[in-house]
C-alpha cells in the first residue's frame, strides 16, 4: 500500500478541495469579502481560542504549550472539531457546538419560540433536531377556537421555510432533523411527508419506533395510535401495515430514516434530567431538550506506523490524539457563546461531548483489509474499545482536575467503582461531511463511494479525479493506463475490469459493491463502543427491492444500531452522491 508522510502541514499542500472549502467557509474574510487568513493562522486562531479554558487550571507556559499541541493536532490533519468551531472560534459569533435538539410543545407560543431558536442556531452554523409527537393530530380541537388543528406536518413546513430564509445568511445550509413517533396519531402522513422530491427540503426526518412496535410487528399485531394531548387512543392498526408503508417509502427515495428511542433511551446517561426524543441533524447524536454537543474527528490514515513494508495502527498515537481530543472538546464547552440561556444551562451541567474518527475506509485500504470482510469488523471492534476506554480516561482525568459534570451525581454513571467523569457522552460517529474534505480522507466510517470522481463543492467549483490511493497502487503494479482511467470513470467500480489483479479488486471496494448487511455490520460493531449514535448510510443498488430493504431495518434493530439511514442509488434526481460526487455541506 502507498507510503504516507509524517510532514508538518506546514510543508503538506492542502489539496484543492480543501483549499476550495476552507476558503468559502471557514477562512476570515473582510467586509469586501476578501480572504484575510490562511489555514495555518485559522487553525491558530482555533487553537489559541480554545486553550484559554485552561486558564482556571495552568500556569501561561502551560496554556502556550497546549495551544501548540492544539495546534499541531488540527494542522497535521490528526484531529479536526465540528464546524461551527473552526468557524467561530475566536470570532464574533463564538458560537462552537454542531448540534441542538430543541423541544416542541403542543402549543402556538411554544412552537413559534422554537422557530426563533432555530434561526439563532442556524445563523450561527449549527443544525437543529426537533421531535414533533407533541403536537397533537390533524384535525383534533383546538379547545381555546373551536377550529380544527393543522398537526405536525403543517408546522414542519413552518420550520422549513424559516430555514430556508435563514440559509441566505448563515455561515452554511441550516440542516434540521424532524421526528415523530410511530404511535402519533399523525405517523402515515409523516411517512409520506417527503414523497415529492423538493418537499421539506431542509429536513431530514426519521420514524422514533419503539421496541413494543417491533414486538408488534414481529407478532403481526395491531397497535395503539394515542393522541398526545389527552392520551387518547385514536385507532389501532396493524404494525405490518405500517411498516411496509415506512419500508415502500425508504425504498423510493431514502427516507424517513429510523432511529430506535427506547434503544436510545436505555443508554440516556441521565434519565432524571429528561428523556430524549430526538436527534441532530444526521441522527448520531442523541440530545435532551434544547441540549447541545461538540463534536470532533480523528483522522484514522494519519494514525498509522509502517512496519515490515505494510501499515499497522499506530495505538500510541492514537491514545495521545483521542486525550487530546477530549481536552479538547470539553474546553469547548467552557468557551462557547451559547445562543439560548437553557441552552447554556443543560449543556453545561451533561457536559457532552462526541469524540469520533473518520477515514476509516481509507485506513483499512492502506492496511490492504477489505471493508467488507471479518478482518474489518474485527479491526472496528478493537478499535473502538481501545477508543472508547481511553476517552473514558481522559474525562475521568479531567474531573480529577476539574470535577465532574454537575448532574454525575444523579446519573446512570454514578455507580460503584465506576470511573467519575467529566462528560455524561465521550464518543459518536459523525458524517464529518466537509471535515473529511479538510481532512483530506473518506467520510466518518462509510466505504469510499467510488473510484472515479467529480466533486460538486458549495455550487459550480468541481474538483475531479482517481482515488489517490488507487491510482498510487495503479502505477506501482504497472496497470494504470489513460483507458483504464476512462473505464472507471464510467463506472465508478473496478470489480468487473478484467486488467485490475483480483486481490486489488478486493481491497478497493466501493459502497455500490458492498452488500448492506456489511454496511449494517460495520455500523453495528462501532455502535457497541459508541456512547452516542453512529452516522452511517446503508447504499443498496438501484435494483434493490422493498424486501431487502425491509431485511436491512430489521438487521440494524437486530444487531444493537441505534438507528437506520437507507437510500438506493438513483432514487432521487437530486442524490448527493454519484460518481459525480456532490459533497454536501454537514458536520
Known sequence: MPKQSDKNIRNIKISPKSKIVLEERYLKKSESGEIIETPEEMFRRVASNIALADAEYKSNADIETLKDQFQSAMSNLEFLPNSPTLMNAGREYQQLSACFVLPVEDSIESIFDTVKYAALIHQSGGGTGFSFSNIRPKNDIVTSSGGKASGPISFMKVFNEATEAINQGGFRRGANMAVLRIDHPDILDFISAKDREGSLINFNISVA????????????????????RNGAVVRQLYAREVFDKLIHAAWKNGEPGAIFIDRINDSNPTPDVGEIESTNPC????LLPFESCVLGSINLTRMLIQEDGSYKINWGKLSDTIKLGVHFLD?????NKYPLTETAEITRRNRKIGLGVMGFADMLLMMGIPYNSTDALNIADKLMIIFSKEADLASAKLAEERGVFPNFEKSMLNEPGSLKLRNATRTTIAPTGTL??????????????????????????????????????????????SALVREISAKGTIKDIKSIPEDIKRIFVTARDISPEWHIRIQAAFQEHVDNAVSKTINFPQDTTKEDV??????????????????????????ALSIECICEEVL
Open 550 to 575: 425491509e431485511r436491512a431495518f430489521l438487521l440494524a434493530y437486530e444487531s444493537g444500531c441505534k438507528g437506520i439511514t437507507v437510500y438506493r442509488d438513483k432514487s432521487r434526481m437530486s442524490q
Open 209 to 228: 419506533i419503539t421496541d413494543k412496535f417491533m414486538k408488534d410487528l414481529e407478532e403481526n399485531r395491531k397497535y395503539s395510535l394515542v393522541n398526545p
Open 331 to 335: 474546553n469547548i464547552i467552557d468557551m
Open 436 to 481: 473529511s474534505i479538510i481532512a483530506n480522507c473518506p467520510c466518518g466510517i462509510e466505504p469510499i463511494f467510488a473510484l472515479s470522481y467529480v466533486h460538486h463543492i458549495l455550487g459550480d467549483k468541481h474538483i475531479s479525479g482517481l482515488h489517490p490511493l488507487f491510482e498510487e497502487v495503479a502505477r506501482e503494479k504497472g496497470f494504470y493506463t
Open 283 to 286: 441522527g448520531e447524536q442523541p
